[in-house]
């Protein structure tokens, strides 16, 4: 079981917590929980390692020192955990990152769990107690503090549970995962199911249901993941939430699952660019050094012969590095306009039936089309079609889209 | 170096911290370095825990959990100022209490220290690192994380400077020792030196400089141990401090070093007690079970035949509970009457010197007997006397007492 930040966020909220763990224990399960930081709690933390000289680039002299800072959100509210359960009358206790303990790269602030040996865990649970896990941090091998990056909570979770070889439930704030942002489209629906491959894109696309990292991690060691919400009582509601499994345990496949959207794109254009290999080449050389991601690339035809026209797509937050990167060697790409365009949003379809199925693109268009919305560019991948539209149609999109492939029957 | 919640207290204060620890390094010295958490952080922690179930009465139930919860503070400031020390350039770490180790027993909330093997420290030291080290906290020998209990990052201090075979700088806000309350006497002076013996008799007569376990630890071990002002900066001013160190290093031995007093006193009485030896046997064992510390004892012969009346004190928190008992037992303790008298205070002079000169009780009673001062009970040890007087005149004898021995000239 993992509990966030929101569910953590005070000693009423970790009292209903502790009912919910309670209510899972009396129904003879074992069970490690791991949780967050209160809310807030991080920030102020990371506040504190930045007035400490942490530099502003992020650079990596202290991130050792950082870690040490920054996990200890998690330590308290694991100890309040394991107290409220004790005067509860269950057997409780925490274990931290190091005791576990669950082993990482020393890649600190950001670091990747190698290993979780599970016998202590084993044997704690074995022997009828509750382990309350830090959720964020690990250790190094010499035996450093480390921590996993932001919303590393849910990798902790679900690295915990492949260890043991158990589901892993996930409590948020919200009872599952929905066929689109319900505050967009009020007919969306909670899945029962989704497959790990359609969870991942969704929370790559912009749903924000479960870190991405911890969905690859779910489907490597093929964990079950079921998100539910921490803010129903337990056994006062139906609180089935979303399994996020398998594609296989899904015997009826959709071929559109849900509809994402993502405010956080920006369109570059360069006019006049040089028209051969080498230009582009270098161009998306120089981004990628600079770890800028592009998405979207549409590339076409100038009206003057040996020249081209290029669109591309970056999060919002890299443009003003990307723009900086290309002025920069505007004489080496030989472009005559640079334009960037931050009024925009990416709108996307996912499903695994789209590998079955032909067609999805083909309609998706043409639903956009009935509204009156253009396709500025296009994305694809194996399971799931991405436009970019006009941020002003994004509610549109997403509701015609949804309305399109029968997402309020599911 | 040691450093307290008030030198710790913001960022602003950890920076000043770095300085005076900067100043050292560069004189050549290998450093480590004890901090307490943010003044007023443990207190926060703490009323968590009260909010999480821990129980009024400091039952055990949880205190495992109590110091994995309360332990994280140091653990913050800890991982700030090295961090801090960095960007000015050193080479600086943190050492939680589990990575030194600092081994304790598992007497949670109030753990001692039991060893602390010097290797994995020194080492770093030898390397060139200045070593930042939580205080209060430890680890038992199987791994669970301990607190030694409130005030115990002195204790921490001297325990490690004993493990590195150094000496120990403790900053606090006075800038040492002094011969008596400046606030009350202002021609106290500060000592240059103090023994272990006089120091540990002033912290448990309420001069509230260093923790009594600290100052026994450093005895035990010969740790030389000086309180210095962390609000001095590194070069400014003379911050020599006090030197607290064994006897035979003080050339001039002073009779009187120092003038202590505390309010914190309740006296008890009881009328018309029957005048046997098991009687005060009885109910003196009563006391103790109930651990409540008695310290001075005055008997006398009542007017009536058979009947005894018995004066002593108690600490003022204490004195409900010794009421109780004593009234649940008075049939067999067989008093008449129970007074308490909480408007008492104690005073007491101390001083090395004492062992070879006979006349200071004489000289003490007659300062205060001038001033119109009368003692209502006395004790004393080898090295201190202390009376017990009408609390309203605590300033009095604390500066009559102070005149009479000549300490203004110390």
Chains 1, 2 share one sequence.
Not at 5 to 20: H, K, Q, W
Not at 308 to 334: K, P, S, Y
């Amino acid at each position: 079981m993992k509990f966030g930040g929101t569910s953590m966020a005070d000693l009423e909220r970790i009292r209903r917590v502790a009912r919910i763990v309670a209510a899972e224990a009396e129904a003879g399960k074992r069970i490690a929980v791991v949780v967050s930081a209160m809310a807030g709690k991080t920030n102020e933390l990371v506040a504190w390692t930045d007035g400490a000289g942490r530099s502003a680039q992020g650079l990596p002299e202290s991130d050792d020192e950082y870690d040490v800072v920054v996990g200890s959100g998690e330590q308290v509210t694991s100890g309040l955990l394991a107290m409220v359960l004790r005067n509860m009358g269950l057997n409780a206790r925490s274990w931290m990152g190091w005791q576990v303990p669950i082993i990482t790269d020393d890649a600190h602030g950001k670091a990747r769990i190698e290993d979780i040996p599970p016998e202590r865990l084993s044997a704690a649970l074995d022997g009828g107690e509750i382990a309350v896990i830090p959720g964020f941090q690990g250790v190094t091998r010499d035996q450093r503090i480390t921590t996993l990056g932001r919303g590393g909570s849910d990798t902790s979770a679900v690295a915990v549970a492949a260890a043991l070889g158990a589901p892993c439930d996930i409590y948020t704030d919200v009872d599952g995962v929905y066929t689109t942002d319900p505050r967009i489209e009020s007919k969306a629906k909670r899945l029962a199911k989704i497959s790990y491959e359609e969870m991942l894109e969704m929370a790559s696309l912009g749903a924000k249901v479960l870190q991405t990292r911890s969905v690859e991690l779910a489907m490597a060691h093929k964990v079950p993941v079921r998100v539910l919400s921490s803010f129903t009582e337990p056994g006062e509601a139906e609180n089935q939430g979303t399994l996020v499994c398998d594609e296989e345990e899904i015997v009826e496949k959709r071929i559109v699952s849900g509809v994402a959207y993502s405010r956080d794109e920006a369109k570059v254009t360069l006019l006049g660019l040089k028209d051969d290999a080498g230009t582009l080449s270098s161009l998306f050389s120089m981004l990628a050094e600079a770890n800028v991601n592009v998405d979207m690339i549409v590339q076409g035809q100038a009206r003057v012969a040996d020249q081209a026209n290029l669109t591309f797509t970056v999060g919002r937050r890299d443009a003003g590095r990307a723009v900086e990167i290309m002025n920069r060697a505007q004489a080496e790409l030989g472009f005559e306009e640079l334009r960037v365009d931050e009024d925009v949003s990416k709108v996307s379809v996912v499903g695994v039936g789209m590998r079955s199925h032909v067609g999805v693109a083909q309609s998706m268009f043409k639903a956009l089309a009935d509204k009156g919305i253009k396709v500025q560019a296009v994305s694809t991948s194996e399971i799931k079609i991405s436009v970019l539209i006009d941020a002003a149609y994004t509610e549109l999109a997403v509701r015609a889209l949804h309305a399109a492939y029968g997402l309020e029957q599911v």
